[in-house]
């Protein structure tokens, strides 16, 4: 059994300033533009790397994952399945990883990371707030046998906890 390691990640803080605007099509605020960066360093400073980053195909999404792109130097891949996605959609793109990936993050939307969050044993995680990041592990040889059950919270991280608000 091959240990891996996935980062569950909600969007950067969006913008809401144009009320017109479709939702696919909301980009990061400021503060979500600040906390992108930050946290990706955090995970960085923490000593996990991804080998893939794959995200909602949503603006925000897509920029508050190439923010962690970019910092691990890696290409982000765009999924439009992950907007507003159930956790089992989730499931299914992670399945079709390669099999030499150990450590993936994948960034998308609430209330999805939120439920993510309750099935990731032990199952505490309530809500995700903006840029929150879930950190699991687990153990299996091939991504199509990846289950909920597999895993097991690591860490929690928010923007909060690194004093940005």
């Known amino acids: 059994m091959m240990s891996r390691q996935i980062i569950f990640g909600r969007h950067a803080k969006s913008s809401w300033a144009d009320p017109g605007q479709p939702d696919f099509d909301r980009p990061l605020n400021e503060r979500g533009k600040k906390d992108s960066p930050l946290m990706a360093q955090r995970l960085s400073n923490a000593g996990v790397t991804p080998q ?44 079709s990883l390669s099999p030499d990936v150990q450590v993936v993050a994948v960034f998308g939307h609430n209330p999805g990371m939120s439920y993510i969050g309750e099935l990731i044993p032990p199952g505490n995680i309530h809500h995700v707030p903006t840029c929150g990041l879930m950190l699991a592990e687990g153990s299996w040889d091939d991504w199509s046998e990846l289950d909920w059950s597999m895993l097991k919270l690591k860490a929690f991280l928010t923007p909060k906890d690194h004093g940005n608000e």
């Open 52 to 95: 893939a980053i794959l995200a909602s195909a949503a603006v925000r999404a897509r920029q508050t994952a190439h923010a962690f792109a970019q910092q691990f130097k890696i290409e982000e891949q765009l999924f439009p399945s992950l907007y507003h996605a159930a956790p089992d959609a989730y499931l299914d793109v992670l399945r």
